[in-house]
């Protein structure tokens, strides 16, 4: 896990007009069928996206998910993928975003997710700023489980 943080550490700065992130959420996941997903997790993690013309990136991230309310939850990493659409740009102060992508879960074996969200990067200086974002995720393995995140974070460029 923490070789896949300093990939995507060094991934962020190698790109012109990349931005990195750090960001730390609690994740939701209504009451289900599978106990061991019921209740609320803490979501940690790095993620970093590249520019790809004015108004979309693409990015990746690594997280892991430590259950704070059930005692029968596991910790699970989260590994995702997935594109963003910057209606005005990632140059203005005010950036808003919506994205979705895909990845995998890693609990009790590995299945695969899908999300999308959204959210705004408010840019403090050139090179930092604070992210705020919601992603519903959507495990389709066990009955389909959804799960809701709002991320608080620390962006950089």
């Not at 939701?28 to 108004?55: D, L, M, Q, Y």
């Not at 594109?83 to 890693?106: D, E, M, N, Q, W």
């Not at 974002?133 to 991320?151: C, D, K, N, V």
């Amino acid at each position: 896990m923490k070789r896949t943080f300093l990939l995507l550490a060094f991934a962020c700065t190698a790109f012109a007009q990349s931005a990195g992130y750090v960001f730390v959420a609690p994740v939701v996941v209504p009451k289900s069928a599978f106990t061991r997903w019921n209740g609320t997790f803490a979501h940690v993690g790095i993620g970093g996206e590249a520019a790809i013309g004015k108004h979309a990136s693409a990015g990746a991230e690594a997280g892991l998910m430590v259950p704070a309310t059930n005692v029968y939850a596991k910790n699970t990493a989260t590994g995702t993928v997935g594109a963003s659409y910057h209606p005005r740009g990632s140059a203005t102060k005010v950036a808003p975003f919506i994205s979705a992508g895909g990845g995998l879960l890693a609990a009790n074996g590995v299945g695969g997710i899908v999300y999308f969200g959204g959210g705004v990067n408010y840019w403090l200086r050139d090179h930092l700023g604070l992210r705020a974002e919601y992603r519903h995720y959507y495990y389709p393995l066990e009955s389909g489980i959804h799960f809701a995140g709002f991320r608080l974070g620390v962006t950089f460029r």
